[in-house]
């Protein structure tokens, strides 16, 4: 065992993801504060305001498992330094969208943006590659919680850019992703290289013929940690794009709006300080649980509430909820993993996973909220989480199971 993972303290590079972690979601949160906005601006209709930041997290799904080969081969930092290139790429097509006022030039810079959030989704990983046990957990909330860095800046920086004399409307916002991605280049350059490359060898790379079966292998407490990121995930864009449209139609204006984000973004990223407190103190499956319930309390507060001050109040535990299923699932997948020849390549499996229900996330709540409404898409999100407890505690029993058996 090394020194790294024989003390408690963690190791310093942590750190650094910490801030790569804060700038990368800044950039999220500046996107999903004017995304929507941006869209019913440019769309030709009302119902396709959110295609772009769908394609964001569609593009996100198409990368993630490609993103993750590309680590293994080339390293963790290679990696990094192409999603701060798809970043600033994605700033400068943004802003020639609105410059231009093209809606195809939109959705582009968006799909740009899903590449770049696919790479950067593998800090927290690439942070706990040589931590062992209850230091992994500390390590992942750690930088999960560099978000919360976000929740200032991002809507400070929509704020502060939305309107400039000369400009259109939110042009400067994309050119911030573009200095974000140029500070993120920096710090990336300051990570320890040996830190980055000591798992990338031969017999990482020859996990496909080595481990054929690997996902028939895992234990089922895997795809509990997978479900509980991949439905938190899911159902947090879902409502939190949709809560910015009922904001809109109640007519609230952008700076409130923003406000309510910014709560909203602080209730994601301030419990990360104490998630590994909790998840050593409850476990991370009763962390996980928690947060299920906090969802459902969100939900149901939209159903029977309207008006801007229910929607601030359910946006703050919808960021709760999304801290304790994301980042306890986010570690869980993590421990599961440990010893795994195949860790890697599960990770890249899990992290499709969420993609997927992040991407369905991001595409459906214009669609929903013309169809079955704000209410309507509220009550399918209880359904969907009953379900999702159900098919947790399944597989927590058939866990129990093997071990029974293996004894």
């Not at 649980?289 to 946006?315: H, K, P, Q, R």
Request: hydrophobic share 55%; glycine share 8%.
């Amino acid at each position: 065992m090394s020194s790294t993972e024989a003390t408690s303290s963690l190791p310093k590079y942590v750190y650094l993801y910490f801030l790569c972690q804060s700038l990368n979601a800044t950039s999220a949160v500046i996107s999903v504060t004017v995304a929507a906005t941006v869209g019913l601006l440019i769309a030709p209709s009302e119902g396709w305001a959110t295609l772009p930041y769908g394609m964001q997290f569609l593009c996100m799904l198409l990368a993630t498992y490609p993103v993750s080969v590309l680590m293994t081969r080339k390293g963790r930092k290679f990696g990094f330094v192409v999603g701060a290139l798809g970043l600033a790429s994605a700033g400068l097509v943004g802003y020639h969208a609105v410059m231009e006022n093209s809606f195809i030039a939109l959705m582009l810079a968006h799909s740009l943006l899903g590449i770049s959030m696919a790479c950067t989704n593998y800090y927290r990983f690439a942070a706990v590659d040589n931590l062992v046990g209850k230091t992994k957990t500390r390590a992942v909330s750690l930088v999960i919680a560099g978000g919360l860095v976000s929740a200032v800046l991002g809507p400070y920086i929509g704020s502060t850019f939305r309107e400039v004399d000369g400009f259109p409307l939110f042009a400067l916002c994309y050119m911030a992703l573009v200095a974000l991605a140029a500070v993120n280049i920096l710090i990336i350059a300051l990570l320890p290289k040996e830190i980055m490359d000591k798992k990338v060898n031969t017999s990482d790379s020859k996990i496909s013929t080595d481990a054929p079966n690997f996902l028939t292998n895992v234990s089922p407490l895997f795809f509990v940690a997978v479900l509980s990121g991949a439905l938190g995930f899911g159902l947090m864009n879902l409502v939190m794009i949709q809560s910015s449209l009922q904001m809109h139609h109640l007519h609230v204006h952008f700076d409130h709006s923003a406000m309510a984000i910014q709560w909203h973004v602080v209730a994601m990223f301030a419990p990360s300080f104490l998630s590994g407190f909790l998840v050593g103190k409850l476990g991370h499956q009763k962390v996980i649980f928690t947060g299920l319930a906090l969802f459902m309390a969100t939900f149901l507060i939209n159903l029977f509430a309207d008006g801007y001050a229910s929607i601030l109040v359910s946006l703050i535990t919808l960021g709760l909820a999304w801290n304790f299923t994301y980042v306890s699932g986010s570690a869980y997948i993590s421990v599961v993993l440990e010893g795994n020849k195949s860790a890697k390549k599960l990770q890249g499996v899990g992290e499709t996973g969420i993609a997927l229900f992040a991407m369905a996330g991001a595409m459906t709540p214009a669609l929903l909220i013309s169809s079955i409404g704000w209410k309507g898409t509220n009550l399918l999100c209880i359904c969907l989480v009953i379900l999702c407890v159900l098919v947790q505690l399944l597989l927590i029993v058939s866990n129990k199971r093997q071990v029974m058996k293996a004894v």
